[in-house]
C-alpha cells in the first residue's frame, strides 16, 4: 500500500451526542488501543478533546499524526491561515500532520469555488512553507474539484472520500490514486449499512474474520486508508486486527461490484451539510 503515513488506518474523531469528557475518554481508549492517526475537524468540535486525551496520556507528539480539517466557511486565503491557528490553539500543538479542505464548495449555487479553493490552497501550501502543516488535504473531492487544483500544479497529498463496499465512488478513487494522491476513506463500514450484506457475511466466515475487517481489508488492499471510528476496546481493536489477511482477487472483485448500499446522501456538489461552523469551540 503506497501511504504517506507511517500508520495504514486512522481514528476518526467525529462523535456527536457524546459531553467532552466522554470523547476525551475515548480518545484516550484509543490511544490505548494502539491508535496513533487521528482525524479531527473543526467543524467536529473534538479539537480540544483530542488535544487534552494526548495530554493525559503523556504520549509525546512525535508518536502522533494529527490532521484537521478547516470548515466549509473557512476557506479564503486569511480565512484558512486564521482558521489553522484556532486549530492550534485547541488542540495545544505546534504543527499538524495535516490539513484538509473539508468541502470544495458552499452549495450548488456557488459559483466561486474554483477561485476559493485555489486561495485556500495557496494559503496552505504557505503554511506548510512556515513548518505549521506538513501535509495539504483536500475531502469529498470529487474529481473536477481535483482537477481545479490539479490545472493550477496544485496536487493535495490525500483526499478524503466517502469510500465502503456498496459506495467506491470510482472515478474519483481513480483519478485520486493516479494523482499520486493517497485515498482516505471516512464511513469505512457505510454506518453499518453493509454488515448485513449475505456475501460479506460469506467471505467474512472464509477468512476467519468479521465484516467489519473484511470491508478494511479490502479498503486498504486497494491503496486506501481507512478512518475508522469506535467507542468500545473491544471494537477498536478488531479494526486493528486486519493485516494477517489477503483477499483473493476474485473475492475482491465480487466486493467491488456489490450494489449501492450505506451511501449518507452528502454530495459535495448537491447535498452539503449546513455551512455554519462555531469558530469559538
Known amino acids: 500500500m503506497n501511504n504517506k503515513f507511517k500508520e495504514k488506518i486512522g ?32 467543524f467536529y ?21 494529527i490532521a484537521s480539517k478547516l470548515w466549509i466557511d473557512e476557506r479564503g486565503y486569511q480565512n484558512t491561515k486564521d482558521a489553522l491557528y484556532r486549530s492550534l490553539d485547541r488542540l495545544g500543538v505546534d504543527y499538524l ?6 468541502w470544495p464548495r458552499r452549495s450548488s449555487d456557488d459559483t466561486d469555488w474554483k477561485s476559493v479553493d485555489r486561495e485556500t490552497y495557496k494559503a496552505l ?21 481535483l482537477k481545479n487544483l490539479l490545472d493550477d500544479g496544485y496536487v493535495p497529498d490525500l483526499n478524503q472520500l466517502e469510500l465502503h463496499p456498496g459506495y467506491m465512488q470510482e472515478c474519483a478513487l ?27 457475511i460469506k467471505l467474512a466466515d472464509k477468512y476467519g474474520k468479521s465484516v467489519p475487517q473484511i470491508c478494511l481489508i479490502y479498503l486498504m488492499q486497494r491503496g486506501i486508508m481507512p478512518i475508522v471510528k469506535a467507542s468500545s476496546k473491544e471494537r477498536m481493536l478488531n479494526n486493528l486486527d486486519v493485516f494477517d489477511v489477503i483477499l483473493e482477487v476474485e473475492d475482491m ?29
Open 11 to 42: 481514528f476518526g474523531c467525529y462523535i456527536p451526542g457524546k459531553s467532552n469528557d466522554e470523547v476525551v475518554d475515548i480518545i484516550r481508549t484509543a490511544i490505548e488501543a494502539g491508535f496513533r492517526y487521528f482525524d479531527t475537524a473543526s
Open 125 to 145: 501550501l504557505e503554511l506548510k512553507e512556515e513548518g505549521l502543516i506538513r501535509n495539504i488535504g483536500t475531502s469529498n473531492f470529487l474529481s473536477h474539484h
Open 253 to 281: 472483485q465480487i466486493i467491488s461490484c456489490l450494489p449501492q448500499t450505506g451511501w449518507s446522501g452528502e454530495h459535495p456538489d448537491f447535498n452539503i451539510p449546513a455551512i455554519t461552523s462555531n469558530f469559538n469551540q
Open 97 to 102: 500532520d495535516a490539513y484538509i479542505i473539508h
Open 45 to 65: 468540535e473534538t479539537e480540544r478533546a483530542l488535544g487534552r486525551a494526548i495530554k493525559e496520556m503523556g504520549i509525546e507528539r512525535e508518536q502522533l499524526t
Open 174 to 200: 481513480r483519478d485520486s490514486i493516479e494523482a499520486g494522491i493517497l485515498p482516505q476513506a471516512w464511513s469505512p463500514l457505510g454506518r453499518g449499512a453493509v454488515l448485513g450484506n449475505e456475501l460479506l
